[in-house]
């Protein structure tokens, strides 16, 4: 209960700072939104969210957490003034700058839900993933590695190795080196645990 107050209370704060921002037209290129009317239309995890003044609403209707709400906004209102390139190296959350105090929740909430719920299920897995737009990318080093994109500019990579006669199942989120240049890290911890809440449901 006391996490849902924190972003209850960081929701209000991005909001209001989101409602006396100016932002130019030129940055939405720069994460990938679209302005229409009044609106930021932004794909989240292929969900397309509409971020206004007067708030963040899903485009179909489905609830919104206040913890992604503040992830959406924290994204615009966090726009660098130029596209920061990535070389395309694959960090861990512990390689950001400062995550220190923030590793230990990121693994319990994201790696050790994922080891746990599909140790020795490789198959219902791969399921998942597809079934929410993940590529399967070929990776001689895991069972099975994954793309996802949760925002433009914020790809997350899923690798999985499944249990085997000597080793537990193991599983890590990867990001792009540069995924800090556009949101904070508690932000970016929101995305993985966001997404381990998919892959964790079953079918509706």
Request: aromatic fraction near 10%; proline fraction near 3%; glycine fraction near 6%.
């Amino acid at each position: 209960m006391k996490s849902f107050q924190v972003f209850d209370e960081k929701l209000k704060e991005c909001m209001s700072k989101f409602q006396k921002f100016t932002f130019s037209p030129g940055k939405a290129g720069i994460l990938g939104a679209r302005i229409i009317d009044q609106s930021f239309v932004i794909n989240f995890f292929n969900r397309k969210i509409f971020v206004s003044k007067q708030g963040v609403i899903d485009a179909e209707g489905g609830d919104l957490t206040p913890a992604v709400m503040v992830l959406l906004l924290k994204y615009l209102l966090l726009c660098p003034d130029h596209v920061w390139e990535t070389t395309n190296k694959l960090v861990t959350f512990r390689e950001f700058s400062n995550a220190g105090p923030l590793v230990s929740s990121f693994t319990t909430n994201t790696a050790k839900i994922i080891e746990t719920t599909f140790s020795g299920n490789l198959v219902k897995l791969k399921h998942q993933c597809t079934r929410l737009g993940g590529t399967i990318v070929e990776n001689p080093s895991h069972d099975m590695s994954v793309r996802f994109r949760a925002l433009h500019r914020i790809p997350i990579i899923l690798n999985f190795n499944d249990r085997d006669e000597t080793l537990p199942a193991n599983a890590s989120f990867l990001y792009h080196d540069n995924a800090e240049s556009y949101l904070d890290l508690e932000s970016l911890m929101v995305t993985c645990t966001y997404l381990t809440g998919l892959l964790i449901q079953t079918d509706s």
